[in-house]
Structure formats: C-alpha cells, structure tokens
C-alpha cells in the first residue's frame, strides 16, 4: 500500500479547511457561532432487523477495498460508503447546518477524531448509543479504549481505529533525536517539520518541556506556540505538513518530523532508514470513533456494521490494510496465521513498553471561545 494514508488527507488543504470552518461559523451567527441544544435530551439510536440501506462517511484509503462488499453480500444491507471526512474541521463545516437541525444529510455512521466526536456531541449533533445493541463491539474491544476521559462509558462513541503521535528520523542522518526538544537543535536548522493538526503537534512540544499536556492551562498552550513560532521565524522548522513530510525525508532534505505511527509502519517498509521513535517524554494516543449522528435514517444498519467489523476476522482485514493500532481484541492472533510480520510489528500491536509515557490526545481546556483564541494563535503559526 501506498505510504499516504488516511491520515494524509487531514492535513493536505488543512488552511483550506480553517478557512470554511470559519464560514460556517460566521454563517451561523452568535457570539460562538455554533448552534445546537446540547446533549441532555438527545436521543438514542434504536437497533433491530438490520436491513436497507446504509450511508457511512469516513476518511480516505481508511478501509480495505473488501469489507464493504462483503458486508453487503453478508448482511443484505446496500452501504454508501463515502470518503467524505478529509479534515475535522473541514467536516464540521460541512455537516453543521444540517445537523444543529437533526438533520444527518442521510448520514448513518460518521468518523471523527476524539475531539471532534465530544465536541459535536455537546452540541447535542450526536445519538447515544444502546450498549444491548452492540454484544461483538463490547465484547471485543481492546480493555486500553473501554473508558476515555472524553467519553468514559462509550456512550456515544465506538473506536474506529486509533494511532501515536510522535517523532519520525531518518535514523542514519540524525541517529541522536529521541526527544521532541531535539527538533530545536539548531544543528537541525531547516531540516525539521511539524504536522498541521494542533492537538498532535502542540502537546508534545508541552511534553517536552515538562508540562503534563492532560492539566495544561491556556497559558501552556499559548508558551508552546510561541516556542513554535519563534521555531518557524528563525527557520529552525522547514513546514507544516501531513505525511506528504515523508517526500522530503525519502531525499534527505527533512531529518526529523511529528508524524504518525501508520506512517511509520509503511514508511519503513519503503525505506528503513527512516523509523517511527516514541518521544522520550511520552507520545500520544488517539482514536477515530464511529458515531451515529442524529437523524440518521437507519440506526439498525449502523450498529449492524459497527458490529461486523468488531468480529476479528473481519478487522484483521481492515487493520492489514490501513496499518494502525486495531480496537479489537483477537486481531493478533488472526494475522499471526495470515501475516505474521504485521502481527509482530509493535506499531501496529503495540507493548505497553512503547505506551506506557504516552497521554491521550488533549483540547486546550475551556469553553468555545478560549479554545478559539488557542486555535487562532496556532493558525496564525502556520500562516505566518
């Protein structure tokens, strides 16, 4: 497979994307410019005969070109399934004035990261979901994901595959960068990027200087960024990318990077000199989550598919594809008889000696406004 993945997509037109997120808020009006009720009266997703149809958006290349098919030749369910999701605020914008109506647009099932789902769920744009309805999913989910601090009952959110955020060198040019702190080595000067998503770049950086991401205040954030942009205006980093970052490190003009671990999977198939490193202060964990938005015209079908592709076999098919760390349970042991090597690679199943100084994906703290104010300093980073 192809070194771009999903993951990729977020990041290509991510000032594209700030730009229609700021459009749609505009356009809604108010102090925020969001508009929804909140959670307190949302409904929850009804399950039952699973039959019809099924519309589900998702994030590019996120699934294997097999499973959709034989889900629909199994279960007698027509899916829509479109690659639709590309940048979680791109998304937002796109789907907000039709969901702050209860409106899904025909959507059954999204996918969106962690912050996104709790976002859009205090909104009040999501259903919850009824645990009696999804016997494979719970049973079968990996205990790490059981109980996020975002979501810690999975009421309303299932994971849909999950990830590291950390450091990838190009090991035979910049052997010594095991620390986020050494991308500000000036012996680095102009050979280093950063990724465009602020919640993956911006808490390690904190890490790295000893603030403990989870409790960090606005101040922390704001200090973090202007470390950043005083990085960009010396020209200690070259850019801010997604994994299009790998280009540049496949010819030696890029050392070092934030990145991600389904990258580094693929990546150092293609060339092993350059390794995915867990930053010695910790990495990050996140999730994309399956979630059925409010309106979704057929709920049975979304938890039908949720728990499909929850059956080991059927997510070992997906996970030997897309490359990233799998939610489900027996995953393992089904590819240690298919493809041993992605079973043993400890990116994809990774020990707890590689977790284990790694927090979850984190907002800053505060309500709308202040974690606009954060986002706008970051954004004004990346635009200069």
């Known amino acids: ?43 929850t997703a009804k399950c039952g005969d699973a039959s019809g149809s099924l519309k589900i958006s998702n994030w590019p290349l996120y ?8 889900f629909q030749s199994e279960t007698g369910i027509k899916t829509t399934y479109t690659e639709e999701v590309n940048d979680n605020n791109q998304f937002f914008g796109k789907v907000q004035g039709q969901f702050s109506q209860g409106n899904s647009g025909g959507r059954d099932l999204i996918i969106v990261t962690d912050w996104m789902a709790e976002k859009m769920w205090n909104l ?14 719970f049973k079968n ?4 994901l059981k109980s996020p601090a975002f979501d810690p009952d999975r009421e309303y959110t299932v994971p849909w595959q999950s990830g ?28 280093v990027t950063m990724l465009e998503e602020m919640r993956d770049t911006v808490p390690l950086v904190m890490a790295a200087d000893g603030v403990d991401p989870t409790t960090a205040t606005t101040e922390d954030w704001m200090n973090a960024i202007n470390k950043i942009g005083d990085a960009v205006k010396s020209g200690q980093i070259r850019r801010f990318t997604g994994n299009d970052f790998v280009q540049d490190m496949i010819k030696g003009d890029v050392v070092a990077a934030i990145g991600w671990s389904g990258d580094g999977v693929q990546v150092e198939a293609d060339n092993p000199n350059i390794k995915y490193v867990p930053p010695a202060e910790g990495c990050s964990l996140w999730s994309d989550n399956m979630l059925i938005p409010v309106g979704a015209p057929n709920s049975p079908a979304a938890y039908e598919f949720m728990n499909y592709v929850y ?5 070992a098919q997906i996970t030997k594809y897309v490359n990233y760390v799998s939610p489900v ?7 240690v008889k298919q493809d041993p090597d992605i079973a043993n690679n400890k990116l994809i199943f990774p020990p707890d000696s590689v977790t284990e100084k790694c927090f979850s994906q984190v907002s800053p703290p505060g309500d709308e406004e202040q974690q606009k104010e954060v986002e706008q300093a970051f954004q004004n980073v990346l635009t200069g």
């Open 141 to 144: 989910m990996v205990p790490s």
């Open 63 to 70: 699934i294997d070109p097999k499973t959709i098919k034989e």
């Open 164 to 191: 590291m955020t950390g450091l990838m060198v190009r090991e035979d040019l910049a052997p010594e960068v095991k620390s986020i702190n050494d991308l500000f080595d000036p012996k680095y000067k102009g050979k």
């Open 124 to 137: 009040g744009y999501i259903q919850k979901l009824d645990h009696s309805c999804l016997e494979t999913v």
């Open 329 to 335: 349970k027996g995953v393992k042991e089904v590819l």
């Open 1 to 43: 497979m192809s070194v771009f993945t999903a993951r990729r997509w977020r990041l290509l037109g991510a000032l594209m994307a700030a730009v229609l997120a700021s459009f749609a808020l505009a356009a809604c009006g108010g102090n925020s410019g969001l508009s929804g009720s909140g959670n307190e009266d949302v409904t």
């Open 311 to 315: 059956e080991p076999k059927n997510q």
